[in-house]
């Protein structure tokens, strides 16, 4: 893969900065790139994010990757990875958007039916609904295909009793995407079905958890006797295993590659400015090593970035191998900000922007990297995905492989 931009591609980067200079303010590059993480997504957040959407929407710079038909542009992913590049130079309002349009949109369009796309999928990409991903259960994470929350056919319409838990942005959410249980007679994964749900139904609740970098970006979600329409059915009753196996294969190459990748600059410039022995930390053969070390990973990632990319842009599904990047990029990115804090000595304890180095970015990426390392597939989980799809490795023992699931013992049924 050549990795320096083709005419055609140089061309486009011109048009997306020009786009870009005429409604953002530029960052400036000889300042710290601004947090990802630990976004505060207040009701004036949620607002300029909506509005910075429909902006992008209305010229043509939104969800690039998209079909012309639902809203995008039908663009490869190098023109996407190109725009983003372009629009980390600039401020931008908090990332609201990433789990409907990395994840449900592409959901929708491999699994809903022509109606659903025209209905949902225009109006996620302006942004101006957001949707939410509403999966995992206080005993159904990892193993998710042991979640209880159950949905039972009434007529025209299911009913959705249960609780989900670590919903992010449901509290501002307009849509969700729910996976329920509608046959607890059959093996875990045949029992499921995938729904599109209305937040704002009667008998949903949401309530935010406080998290400990001072945000509350996730929820606990209550459903009691909530109705939904039978045309909300994502996909065949029963197959909602499968779809939601679309949904979490487009999450791990969403989040992927990218934890602490772009923060090597930072931390070169962090070891230049904090002194250790009454040198420069940088001056330091110690410090110097690990430098050296973050650099390996952090260049790593990256090529392992645009080799996914690379397949994926020759008409590759997102695949086993998507999970690599976020394997080794979560943890790295914990590593590098548990370093910065070190080099910072006393002052890495103290989490205040307005006296920390570097507007405590290491200290705000420390406290939420572990979150990083747990959402979309925890460390082990992804181990156990490499092991088993990319490796062929032996599958871990299943012991509930095959029993209908209400005779799996549960604190609830034993
Ligand atoms: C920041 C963040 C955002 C999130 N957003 C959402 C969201 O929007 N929607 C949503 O539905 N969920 C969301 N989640 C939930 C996330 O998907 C789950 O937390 C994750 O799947 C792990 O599940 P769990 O928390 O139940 O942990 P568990 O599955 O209970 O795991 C506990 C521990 O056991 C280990 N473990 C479990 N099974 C195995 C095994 N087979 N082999 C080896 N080790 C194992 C795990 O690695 C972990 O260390 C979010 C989580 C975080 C942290």
């Known amino acids: 893969m050549d990795f320096d931009d083709t005419p055609q591609e140089a061309e486009f980067r011109k048009k997306a900065r020009a786009f870009l200079e005429q409604h953002l303010e530029p960052l400036d590059p000889d300042k710290i790139a601004p947090s990802m993480l630990g976004e505060r997504e207040d009701d004036d957040a949620i607002k300029k994010a909506k509005e910075w959407q429909a902006t992008k929407y209305d010229n043509g710079w939104a969800v690039l990757t998209w079909p012309k038909e639902f809203g995008g542009q039908g663009l490869g992913r190098l023109e996407n990875v190109v725009f983003g590049q372009e629009e980390s130079k600039f401020k931008t309002p908090a990332p609201i958007y990433g789990i409907g349009h990395g994840m449900l949109g592409p959901t929708l369009m491999a699994h809903g039916t022509p109606a659903q796309q025209e209905k949902y999928l225009k109006e996620m990409a302006r942004g101006q609904v957001v949707w939410c991903q509403l999966f995992s259960e206080p005993a159904a994470g990892s193993d998710l295909a042991g979640l209880r929350t159950s949905a039972v056919r009434d007529g025209d319409e299911w009913v959705i009793n249960g609780q989900k838990i670590w919903s992010t942005g449901a509290h501002f959410c307009d849509w969700g995407m729910i996976v329920t249980r509608t046959d607890p007679e059959v093996p ?227």
């Open 188 to 414: 875990k994964h045949d029992g499921l079905t995938y729904f599109i749900v209305d937040m704002h139904a009667p008998g949903v609740e949401c309530r935010p958890i406080k998290q400990i970098n001072g945000g509350a970006a996730f929820n606990e979600v209550f459903f009691n006797d909530v109705r939904v329409p039978a045309d909300y059915q994502l996909g065949a009753i029963g197959q909602g295993w499968q779809v939601a196996i679309t949904t979490l294969m487009n999450e791990r190459v969403s989040i992927g590659a990218g934890g602490g990748a772009g923060r090597t600059k930072d931390l070169f410039r962090l070891a230049a400015e904090c002194r250790k022995n009454g040198r420069p930390a940088i001056e330091d053969s110690s410090v110097r090593q690990r430098l050296a070390n973050a650099f390996i990973v952090s260049t790593g990632l990256k090529y392992t970035g645009y080799r996914t990319l690379s397949a994926l842009s020759r008409g590759g599904t997102p695949g086993p191998e998507g999970s690599i990047g976020k394997a080794v990029g979560a943890p790295f990115s914990q590593e590098l900000a548990a370093f910065a804090m070190e080099l910072q000595g006393a002052m890495g304890g103290v989490s205040d922007p307005s006296c920390a180095p570097q507007d405590a970015i290491w200290q705000e990426s420390y406290l939420a990297s572990p979150g990083i390392r747990i959402a979309g597939g925890t460390d082990e989980i992804l181990k156990n995905v490499i092991a088993e799809r990319v490796l062929g490795l032996p599958g871990e023992h299943r012991a509930d492989k095959g029993k209908p699931f209400r005779e799996i013992p549960s604190g609830s049924n034993k």
